[in-house]
């Protein structure tokens, strides 16, 4: 496994030769010469994967000012940093391990053991990495299922997590299938209920209507509408009878 690793020692003959170690496994190096570098390092750049930091250095900046401010900072707390000093720093190394340091790497640097404590960084970073994208998806299908309980049926954000082959994939795909069941379903409803309303106000004007055509009211204007229509019909009738004998004499 190759990595991004950051060496971060204020002698220039050590670090040169920290680099040179760490170079010769193959990994990509970045080198500084101080604490307050190494956070300005830290800060602009991503994907530094290890860091291998002095344990005594004579900056402003410190290595606990250094373990410090990165074990505080949520996007670098989870970053390997193995401290390294010559063996009679005991006490600095044990207060840098309950500082956050991953591990310790004595000085002169022997080959084996800075490829072991490289390696050892990187598989704990990576299983964190894993963990913290698992954590982030269960996320996802999390807010998806709430979307879907307020009504918002849009589940493109759980395609990439419904690939999986995991039990979490298997979950995403369940969700992304629930969600389709319960936007048809709602169609469904929706359809039948404007259906049902279009019943309801046929029914409501066939009652209104009923009301006004049986009342009494109703019934006496349209006998009085029927007599109206007989006196026309009487009244065309007998002039159409007055008109049909023209030029006769009068009595």
């Known amino acids: 496994m190759t990595a991004q690793v950051l060496v971060v020692d204020e002698g220039e ?9 760490v170079a010769a496994l193959g990994h990509t190096v970045h080198a500084v010469a101080s604490g307050q570098q190494a956070l300005a390092h830290l800060a602009r750049a991503s994907g530094v994967d290890v860091v291998l930091l002095d344990l005594v250095m004579a900056g402003p900046t410190s290595c606990t000012d250094v373990l ?19 063996a009679e720093h005991d006490d ?27 390696d050892a960084g990187l598989a704990q970073k990576r299983l964190r990495d894993t963990e913290l994208d698992h954590l ?32 979490l994939g298997t ?26 309303r279009i019943e309801i ?15 009494e009211h109703y019934r006496r204007l349209a006998e009085q509408a029927g007599e109206l229509r007989s006196l026309i019909r009487g009244s ?10 023209p030029g006769s004499a009068p009595d």
């Open 171 to 196: 979950l995403a795909r369940v969700v992304v299938q629930m969600a389709g069941e319960v936007q048809a379903r709602e169609s469904e409803l929706r359809r039948q209920v404007t259906d049902l």
């Open 68 to 86: 410090m401010a990165i074990k505080s900072d949520p996007r670098l707390q989870h970053l390997p940093v193995i401290v390294v000093s010559t």
């Open 201 to 215: 106000d046929r029914s409501q004007l066939h009652r209104r209507v009923s009301e006004v055509t049986d009342s």
């Open 136 to 167: 982030r998806q269960v996320d996802g299908v999390i807010d998806a299922a709430e979307s879907i309980q307020a009504g918002d049926y849009d589940v493109s954000s759980l395609e990439p997590i419904a690939q999986r082959a995991d039990r």
């Open 236 to 245: 065309g009738e007998a002039s159409a009878d007055g008109g049909s004998r």
């Open 92 to 118: 600095e190394i044990a207060r840098s391990i309950e500082l956050g340091a991953s591990d310790h790497l004595g000085k002169p640097v022997r080959a084996p053991l800075l490829a072991a404590r490289i």
């Open 13 to 21: 003959a050590d670090r040169q030769a920290l680099c040179a170690a």
